[in-house]
């Protein structure tokens, strides 16, 4: 049996420059944190001879090509494996559709382990590459490549998305108070509804391709945001880091009409109102987690929880990618 997992992450700063309709002529930069949510991958050898699979639905099936998830036909086909004794389960701490990043994390774990199946040894920056190129290349889905290197690498990492397709990945050496401070003061509430990413990138992805003059102009802001925020993290400033956060959630909603709703605006102003000092909705927009910096956490805490909301707590992660059972 083996058993791998992949971190879900929350982004920083400069979401949205790291998919290619935009990086590939204007190089991307974004900052991702790794937390302790994790999306497990176990593969064991099947009594019967049939691929089963099991995740939000059960398949059992003959061959590779008659697999129905896009992402675990194209991981099989890629590394090799084609069967027939296999069973691979997925198991997810928190549902897709969320914002954090739980495809990349999904991708990069079921990799993981059929590698360590098929005792291949494939490094990080391999990893991540081997799961865009099934999610972007492959499949077709109009998505940036953050939540797949971040779950390779873990810990607080900016990433430089180069015009040529080369990513750069510099873990982010903070200060150990900044990082407690950082780790304490992030709250993520979630805000009832799930959405898909594809859809709302899918606008912006268009936009790009046509060159849109406003949609250029605010990933280029979005790309300085993030750079400022970098420095504002390296310097201790968090309340600057959390004014940034503001303004990037401010300037996002101008992307797309569906990145926010009436539901949404009300609950993060409702926040501000209670000793936030910052945030956003985590991932593409539409739905998932308000992520919010606060010094005041119970104060935040105890109005978000009257307005029905649930809260995730969350830890960062340094470890990334990770085989955590092989026998």
Known sequence: MIITRSPMRISLGGGGTDLPSYYREHTGFVISAAINRYVYITINEAFWPKISLKYSKLEEVEHVDQIQHPIIREALKLTGVTGPYLEIVSVSDVPAGTGLGSSGSFTTALLRALHTFKRNFVPRQELAEQACHIEIDLLKEPIGKQDQYIAAFGGITCFRFQTDDRVLAEPLQLPAETLANLEDNLLLFFTGTARSASQILRDQDTRTRQNSREMLEMLHFTKQLGMESRDALLAGDLRHFAELM??????????????????????????????????????????????????????????????????????????????????
């Open 246 to 327: 503001h303004a990037h959630w401010e300037h996002k909603k101008k992307r797309s009409p569906g990145m926010s709703s009436c539901h949404i605006d009300e609950l993060y102003e409702l926040g501000r109102a209670h000793g936030a000092l910052g945030g956003k909705v985590i991932g593409a927009g539409g739905g998932g987690f308000l992520m919010f910096y606060t010094e005041d956490k119970t104060r935040l805490r105890q109005v978000m929880r009257t307005a029905g909301l649930r809260e995730l707590r969350i830890q960062f992660d340094f470890a990334g990618n990770t085989v955590i059972a092989h026998s």
